[in-house]
């Protein structure tokens, strides 16, 4: 569905404009699909990485979709003009929180474990939860130093900071820091029950 | 299995290139989970992005995180929310070098391209004729399904079946407005007051009214009527979680009328500036609103979403004050 030249050249905001002026021509629709799939070329991908941060995974794909099809369905009535890039955010933020709250009726339905954070916070699924809970166990098992090592790595530190505070040589810190790694990954894996 | 967050860079100066991947990629979420682990509860407030960016934030948008301080970069890993902040920022504002970042990364292409197919599937079946039912319906795989399937042409239902026409869609529409039509008549008799409206809807209040943005008045008193008008959130104290909950949920509405109108009264940068604060605040609101949703004390919630509001009152007024000042030098 190559998008033909002159919808190529067009703003987001010219294209919503087609979209929403489809009017009942074959023509118009046709343009019409012309500048959906234009859209979609410019935003899908950042589309999907900021859903894949906020939906479960098996969900992002559906989801994604759906969202289009929202923008496809409401172009006409429910976008009044101004910056197209923030519209469609907030049509993927309404369906997010839509969908979110569909999920907690659901399983309240199915009678889920109401105290699964997950239901309530779009933005943190169930995978995220068990991966910070499983690396936070982890962590607990490392000897004092590991650990230190670890979190002031992961803070954004050098070795060339992080040494001298830690009384340690350069390549002692290296080998810690890849024997933590190594430790915390299969303990992570252990936790998982991978 | 990756730890996503342990690959980060030894050199630092690979941080930007390495954090961009994140926020381009497809597993920030596992990556924020995992710095949140290793760096729990920040002690102090956590600011939003946009206060930590500060007035880079415009060449963070254009040019990446390369101009930011070492200092920044860290925060963004001790207070990994900020990367979920930072991505959605990038999403509405980034330039032409994220844009690039989304293409080059590998990781979503094969969703990009079901997607693709999955909508021009979706847009074939549209049509400006009004829907009958002897058209044929075109059924949408779950995405599991489609990436087996994307070679195969859609799976056509067969008609659907004639609906009674007292079960159409049309008539339930028109007995509703029907319905509404003689409420409102049986409600404007009853109170003998036909000038006043009749009823107002439970979000009206706030950003959410249709005089919220009286766009007739000069800038100082354009956004001192955007304070006034958020001030209303105090107008109720809902002290049940599910009360709270509606209340945030229908102040942030009104953070998404503000992100969406045009504030013609408004010079360019006020604008952006009313814009960026917005975002922030719309940020704010749904972490108060995950709070409550996931089960924290309402009066705690409250008292926090009260502080933000607080502030954001405050800064709608500093910032009038600050262009009538402009204006008195002007004059």
Same mark, same amino acid.
């Given at each position: 569905?190559?998008?033909?030249?002159?919808?190529?050249?067009?703003?987001?905001? @010219?294209?919503?404009?087609?979209?929403?002026?489809?009017?009942?021509?074959?023509?118009?629709?046709?343009?019409?699909?012309?500048?959906?799939?234009?859209?979609?070329?410019? +935003?899908?991908?950042?589309?999907?990485?900021?859903?894949?941060?906020?939906?479960?995974?098996?969900?992002?794909?559906?989801? +994604?979709?759906?969202?289009?099809?929202?923008?496809?369905?409401?172009? !006409?009535?429910?976008?009044?003009?101004?910056?197209?890039?923030?519209?469609? +955010?907030?049509?993927?933020?309404?369906?997010?929180?839509?969908?979110?709250?569909?999920?907690?009726?659901?399983?309240?339905?199915?009678?889920?474990?109401?105290?699964?954070?997950?239901?309530?916070? !779009?933005?943190?699924?169930?995978?995220?939860?068990?991966?910070?809970?499983?690396?936070?166990?982890?962590?607990?098992?490392?000897?004092?130093?590991?650990?230190?090592?670890?979190?002031?790595?992961?803070?954004?530190?050098?070795?060339?900071?992080?040494? !001298?505070?830690?009384?340690?040589?350069?390549?002692?810190?290296?080998?810690?820091?890849? @024997?933590?790694?190594? @430790?915390?990954?299969?303990?992570?894996?252990?936790?998982?029950? @991978? | 299995?990756?730890?996503?967050?342990?690959?980060?860079?030894?050199?630092?100066?690979?941080?930007?290139?390495?954090?961009?991947?994140?926020?381009?990629?497809?597993?920030?979420?596992?990556?924020?989970?995992?710095?949140?682990?290793?760096?729990?509860?920040?002690?102090?407030?956590?600011?939003?992005?946009?206060?930590?960016?500060?007035?880079?934030?415009?060449?963070?948008?254009?040019?990446?995180?390369?101009?930011?301080?070492?200092? *920044?970069?860290?925060?963004?890993?001790?207070?990994?929310?900020?990367?979920?902040?930072?991505?959605?920022?990038?999403?509405?504002?980034?330039?032409?070098?994220?844009?690039?970042?989304?293409?080059?990364?590998?990781?979503?292409?094969?969703?990009?391209?079901?997607?693709?197919?999955?909508?021009?599937?979706?847009?074939?079946?549209?049509?400006?004729?009004?829907?009958?039912?002897?058209?044929?319906?075109?059924?949408?795989?779950?995405?599991?399904?489609?990436?087996?399937?994307?070679?195969?042409?859609?799976?056509?239902?067969?008609?659907?079946?004639?609906?009674?026409?007292?079960?159409?869609?049309?008539?339930?529409?028109?007995?509703?407005?029907?319905?509404?039509?003689?409420?409102?008549?049986?409600?404007?008799?009853?109170?003998?007051?036909?000038?006043?409206?009749?009823?107002?809807?439970?979000?009206?209040?706030?950003?959410?009214?249709?005089?919220?943005?009286?766009?007739?008045?000069?800038?100082?008193?354009?956004?001192?009527?955007?304070?006034?008008?958020?001030?209303?959130?105090?107008?109720?104290?809902?002290?049940?979680?599910?009360?709270?909950?509606?209340?945030?949920?229908?102040?942030?509405?009104?953070?998404?009328?503000?992100?969406?109108?045009?504030?013609?009264?408004?010079?360019?940068?006020?604008?952006?500036?009313?814009?960026?604060?917005?975002?922030?605040?719309?940020?704010?609101?749904?972490?108060?609103?995950?709070?409550?949703?996931?089960?924290?004390?309402?009066?705690? *919630?409250?008292?926090?979403?009260?502080?933000?509001?607080?502030?954001?009152?405050?800064?709608?007024?500093?910032?009038?004050?600050?262009?009538?000042?402009?204006?008195?030098?002007?004059?």
């Amino acid at each position: 569905m190559a998008a033909e030249s002159d919808t190529g050249t067009m703003s987001d905001e @010219q294209l919503a404009g087609v979209i929403a002026g489809r009017g009942e021509t074959d023509e118009g629709w046709r343009l019409a699909r012309e500048a959906c799939s234009q859209l979609y070329v410019r +935003h899908a991908r950042k589309l999907l990485g900021f859903l894949s941060a906020r939906v479960h995974r098996n969900d992002l794909e559906d989801i +994604h979709q759906a969202i289009w099809e929202r923008v496809w369905n409401h172009l !006409p009535t429910g976008f009044h003009g101004g910056n197209f890039r923030a519209w469609l +955010h907030q049509i993927a933020r309404n369906y997010i929180i839509d969908h979110s709250r569909k999920k907690r009726a659901d399983e309240l339905a199915e009678d889920y474990d109401v105290a699964d954070s997950r239901v309530g916070r !779009p933005d943190e699924a169930v995978v995220e939860q068990e991966r910070r809970a499983a690396l936070s166990r982890c962590l607990e098992r490392l000897a004092e130093s590991a650990r230190l090592l670890v979190n002031a790595r992961l803070g954004g530190e050098s070795y060339d900071e992080i040494c !001298p505070r830690m009384g340690l040589k350069m390549a002692q810190a290296h080998k810690l820091f890849h @024997q933590a790694k190594e @430790q915390l990954r299969r303990c992570v894996e252990a936790e998982s029950g @991978q | 299995m990756t730890l996503h967050a342990l690959e980060i860079p030894d050199e630092p100066s690979q941080l930007p290139d390495w954090l961009e991947r994140q926020l381009t990629g497809r597993d920030l979420a596992l990556v924020v989970a995992e710095l949140a682990a290793v760096h729990r509860a920040p002690a102090s407030v956590v600011p939003s992005v946009y206060d930590l960016v500060g007035n880079q934030f415009d060449a963070v948008m254009q040019s990446g995180l390369k101009v930011l301080a070492g200092s *920044v970069l860290k925060q963004l890993l001790t207070q990994p929310g900020l990367l979920l902040e930072l991505q959605e920022a990038v999403f509405l504002h980034g330039g032409a070098h994220w844009e690039h970042r989304w293409r080059a990364g590998p990781q979503i292409e094969d969703s990009v391209a079901r997607g693709r197919d999955r909508l021009a599937t979706f847009l074939a079946s549209q049509s400006s004729e009004p829907a009958a039912d002897h058209r044929m319906t075109i059924v949408f795989r779950p995405a599991a399904e489609s990436a087996a399937a994307t070679a195969t042409a859609p799976v056509v239902a067969p008609p659907r079946r004639e609906v009674p026409w007292y079960r159409q869609a049309w008539v339930a529409s028109f007995a509703t407005a029907a319905a509404v039509l003689i409420a409102v008549f049986i409600v404007e008799q009853f109170r003998g007051r036909p000038d006043q409206p009749v009823a107002v809807a439970s979000a009206a209040w706030g950003w959410n009214k249709p005089d919220a943005l009286p766009n007739d008045l000069p800038p100082p008193a354009y956004l001192n009527a955007l304070a006034d008008a958020a001030a209303e959130w105090f107008n109720k104290r809902p002290e049940g979680p599910a009360d709270l909950a509606k209340r945030i949920a229908e102040f942030r509405q009104g953070c998404s009328v503000l992100l969406l109108a045009k504030h013609r009264v408004l010079a360019e940068q006020d604008r952006t500036w009313l814009l960026e604060r917005c975002r922030a605040w719309a940020t704010k609101l749904d972490g108060h609103l995950a709070s409550i949703e996931s089960g924290d004390a309402a009066l705690t *919630v409250r008292a926090a979403a009260d502080e933000t509001i607080n502030k954001l009152i405050d800064a709608l007024r500093g910032r009038a004050k600050e262009i009538a000042a402009v204006q008195d030098r002007l004059s």
